[in-house]
């Protein structure tokens, strides 16, 4: 048989793209080297409770109704209702740097005035910047733009407040280290300060039972556990896909979601720019999940997320040592606006971590650098909320190598390599990329991305 588009990786921005596709009668295949879809944003089952990879907050919130705005245009295009992914908003998040907690929400105005009472000097700069933002590309077909560093510091002269800004930015889509395109920063400002955190009452779940069952209904055909092996072209164009059990298929077009680098290492005459060092993502991650005995605003913690830093400089880079405590971000999916109130108490916390220093740790030292280094990360994080310890009823958490793992990407870099592919395309004219590597990330951000390649490319005829 012969598909329309074969995709590679049953992420979010995959499952988009085969709705989209599969709506308009393409015959579609989404191969998928896990037994689970998701990609970076799924779930997975531990001593009898469902835990969440991946989704801390899905970002780009705007109230039921809104006609603008990449949420509601993703649902016009996935033919989705809006009650249909059942979205609470968040109660109310902060960043807090020493001396200074900035409280914002999903009203603007919130953030706004939180600046003004410790900024006043930089307020008009802020409104300034802002209003250069308003009109950017959110499709993420856009150029770079250069240093967002740059651009900000035309407007915000305050070196704290630049980095208070940037640090929630970074830590949600940071690619690279210290600073983030433009195009990046744009989109990232939007989602987060100008619209907001939403969730489901079940989590990520819900989201991807949503896709999956509309991606099935429409006749698309997924395959898990069936990694790609290699892609074959000839004369330019991807003429088959080989499987990791050593059958091929054909297909007319392939759309990656699997990375930049990860995909050129697929194909059998990779890209004039295929891999190097420059262009391989660096940033990873370790996170933390503690499930307590108490809901966390029982303990006086009512924050969503806190997005927290220990200096008065914020330094987002690759650490030197297993895990960098300096700063990370702290998420209690409990402290979303439900009308009832989660079973448990969660809180879940990330951190800078070496790739490297992880990979080359012997299995046993392994065990005992994460559970030295959770307990490292929870006295960092309790610096900044209610000391939650002694309520800890059960734990887990992951390293970069665990994305590595399961996912295949590259040093477990959750958001990919530093340049992105803004247009989607490859060295071979049928062979396109969606997702992080394409320049957008989160769960908007993905299924954004694979609708806007897919509409682009694969249904231009």
């Keep these: 048989m012969t598909y329309d588009t074969v995709i590679i990786g049953a992420g979010m921005s995959g499952l988009a793209a085969g709705i989209r596709l599969a709506h308009y009668n393409q015959r579609v295949c989404i191969l998928e080297q896990h037994y689970a879809v998701g990609g970076l944003n799924s779930f997975y089952r531990q001593r009898g409770r469902t835990l969440d990879v991946g989704l801390h907050a899905l970002t780009n919130y705007v109230p039921k109704g809104t006609k603008s705005g990449p949420l509601s245009r993703l649902l016009r295009h996935l033919r989705l209702t809006w009650d249909e992914l059942a979205l609470v908003p968040q109660i109310g998040s902060a960043i807090a ?8 929400n999903n009203h603007f105005e919130i953030f706004v005035s939180e600046i003004e009472k410790y900024f006043p000097a930089q307020i008009d700069g802020l409104m300034k910047l802002v209003n250069q933002l308003l009109d950017y590309d959110q499709l993420g077909l856009g150029t770079s733009g250069g240093s967002a560093r740059q651009f900000v510091s035309q407007y915000i002269t305050d070196a704290k407040l630049a980095d208070m800004i940037f640090c929630p930015l970074l830590y949600y889509g940071g690619a690279k280290e210290r600073d983030m395109e433009f195009g990046q920063f744009c989109i990232m400002f939007r989602s987060i ?13 819900l989201i991807l039972k949503k896709l999956l069952s509309k991606f099935k209904t429409l006749g698309g055909e997924l395959r898990l556990r069936c990694g790609v092996d290699r892609i074959f072209s000839k004369q330019g164009r991807v003429e088959k896909v080989k499987l990791q059990d050593g059958s091929e298929i054909e297909a007319k077009n392939v759309l990656s979601s699997a990375g930049w680098q990860e995909t050129m290492q697929l194909c ?23 499930v307590l005995d108490k809901d966390p605003k029982d303990l006086g913690h009512n924050r969503t997320i806190i997005f927290f830093n220990d200096s008065d400089r914020f330094t987002y880079e690759k650490p030197g040592a297993l895990v960098d405590t300096r700063s990370g971000v702290i998420c209690s999916p409990n402290n979303f606006d439900y009308a009832e109130s989660l079973d448990e108490g969660m809180i879940r916390i990330t951190a800078l971590a070496n790739y490297e220093r992880w990979k080359n740790l012997p299995p046993r030292e392994y065990q005992e650098q994460k559970q030295y280094w959770y307990e490292q990360t929870l006295a960092s994080a309790v610096r900044f909320m209610p000391d939650f310890r002694k309520h800890v009823i059960d734990t887990d958490m992951f390293t970069p190598t665990t994305i590595r793992r399961f996912t295949g990407k590259e040093n477990g870099a959750i958001y990919g390599a530093p340049q992105k592919q803004y247009d989607g395309r490859t060295h071979l004219e049928n062979l396109y990329v969606c997702g992080t590597d394409q320049g957008m990330v989160g769960i908007i951000g993905a299924i954004v991305s694979g609708i806007t390649i897919a509409n682009r490319y694969l249904l231009a005829e």
């Design 193 to 205: 300060f100008l619209e907001g955190f939403a969730r489901p009452f079940d989590g990520v779940r």
């Design 97 to 104: 740097f020493p001396g200074i907690r900035l409280n914002f």
């Design 268 to 290: 059998d005459c990779p890209a004039a720019v295929e891999q190097t060092p420059s262009n391989t993502g660096q940033l990873g991650f370790i996170e933390t999940i503690s």
